[in-house]
């Protein structure tokens, strides 16, 4: 089913109906990183059952030392040969997969399995493909990530990619007529990942519909008005939200497996198509929230004069107004526009109000985190860290020779918008949902002929 935006319709495999789901699934790969007793009590739940677990290698043990990963690399080509040999994974006809993924919010997160084509993604730092990603790539965590694939014959990934559709005209739809679909999975995720249920998608009409929803999208007028653009710039549809790392290695791989093939075979090859669940920025169970900053060891009067002088340096205006006692703010009351950027800042025993008129860049969080990178190598006596929640700058910011920037609320469009005009997004912009909620492995695709 041949389209301008490269999704392809992937033959999806999923564990044959006596595998144990609950046992099959298990969460993202990059998760619980610091915390081996986390994926300890996985392998415990697991125990000899067909599973992910034994497809995926953790990067806990790519964290902490002491593991052959060598030899789990072997073992997870080998597992995923006898699933396939044996019929553990059975291929479905080509299509997509409606999710419905309920956790503690009060909706549930709607989704849609599809898999796309790595030749119109590039995890530059300047990307101007039609997916990119969102934050910048660090591309040492890249082959770590290709050893797995080199030898493998299926990707079971975690990526998630957003579509900016605030009309809810695409995913959203399929929530009305899933009860006509067939429901291939529905079931409890382990270690608190709530509830998913899985809609097959195989008919052809409802395939070409949903694709052309997905073009309208990409329409280079649309996306001008959209993001009030004074220019046409390369469109962006899909930003990647979730397991760009992932997604990235998908795309150095199939670098290294095109260096094989003939013209013919670099067509249709599956290692240059990747699986992905594209999420809509508005769905209503996808909370984006702003991350906050709280400097260590820092004189809060020397960083203020610092933040003006470069605010001199890039043509934009500071203002900074003290509040009668200190205060922490409402991160809603901080909402500027696209040519003032506002923050609060708290320290020990004072707080304000910092507007920044005219600022270099689209979001706010670039125009502060520019500044701190810079004012950091300048005092590396100074200290940063990235806070979730005003409630922890309060508590931090108490303390003697410390200072905390609160930002404010992000506009889930302006994600968008900030890539398409700056490119990637300073590091920890955005949290997207907490640990558990992140995706868990279910669908697989083979990537081999």
């Given amino acids: 089913m041949k389209n301008k935006i490269g999704i392809n319709i992937p033959e999806i495999l999923l564990p044959e109906k006596n595998v144990s789901y609950e046992k099959w699934s298990v969460i993202a790969c990059d998760q619980y990183t610091s915390q081996p007793e986390y994926w300890e009590e996985v392998s415990k739940i697991v125990g000899d059952s067909y599973s992910t677990l034994n497809l995926t290698l953790p990067e806990v043990y790519l964290e902490h030392g002491n593991y052959d990963t060598e030899g789990m690399i072997k073992k997870i080509h080998s ?23 309920k956790t503690e919010q009060e909706v549930p997160r709607k989704g849609l399995v599809i898999s796309i084509d790595l030749e119109n993604y590039d995890y530059a730092a300047n990307s101007k493909s039609l997916v990119r990603p969102t934050e910048k790539t660090v591309i040492e965590r890249i082959p770590p990530r290709v050893k797995v694939r080199e030898n493998a014959t299926a990707e079971f990934p975690h990526i998630m990619l957003l579509i900016d559709d605030p009309n809810e005209a695409i995913i959203e739809s399929l929530s009305d007529m899933k009860d006509k679909l067939e429901k291939v999975y529905d079931f409890e995720l382990m270690m608190h990942g709530g509830h998913i249920s899985g809609y097959k998608i195989e008919d052809e009409e409802l395939m070409v519909k949903l694709i052309s929803g997905f073009e309208k999208l990409a329409d280079p007028e649309l996306i001008r008005q959209k993001y009030s653009l004074t220019e046409d710039k390369p469109v962006l549809l899909f930003a990647v939200g979730d397991g760009n790392h992932s997604l990235a290695s998908a795309k150095a791989h199939w670098e290294n497996v095109k260096k094989t093939l003939t013209e013919e075979q670099v067509l249709n090859h599956p290692a240059r198509f990747a699986l992905v669940e594209v999420v809509n920025v508005h769905d209503k169970s996808l909370i984006v929230e702003p991350i906050h900053r709280e400097l260590f060891n820092v004189d809060s009067e020397v960083l203020l004069n610092a933040l003006s002088a470069y605010c001199k340096e890039n043509g934009s205006d500071l203002e900074v107004k003290y509040h009668d006692s200190r205060t922490i703010m409402n991160i809603e009351d901080l909402v500027g526009d696209y040519n003032t950027h506002i923050f609060s800042i708290v320290t020990k025993d004072k707080s304000g109000t910092i507007t920044i008129k005219n600022p270099k860049a689209n979001i706010p969080v670039g125009t502060i985190q520019v500044f701190l990178d810079e004012f950091l190598k300048n005092n590396p006596n100074t200290k940063i860290d990235y806070i979730h929640g005003t409630d922890v700058i309060d508590k931090l910011s108490a303390k003697e020779g410390n200072m905390g920037f609160i930002l404010p609320p992000i506009e889930k469009s302006d994600l968008f918008r900030s890539v398409i005009l700056d490119g990637v997004m300073p590091r920890k912009t955005f949290s997207m949902g907490e640990a558990h909620e992140k995706r868990y492995y279910i669908e697989g695709k083979k990537i081999v002929l």
């Fill in 79 to 101: 597992n995923m040969r006898e699933y396939l040999d044996k019929n553990v994974l059975v291929p479905q006809k080509p299509g997509f997969i409606y999710v419905e993924r």
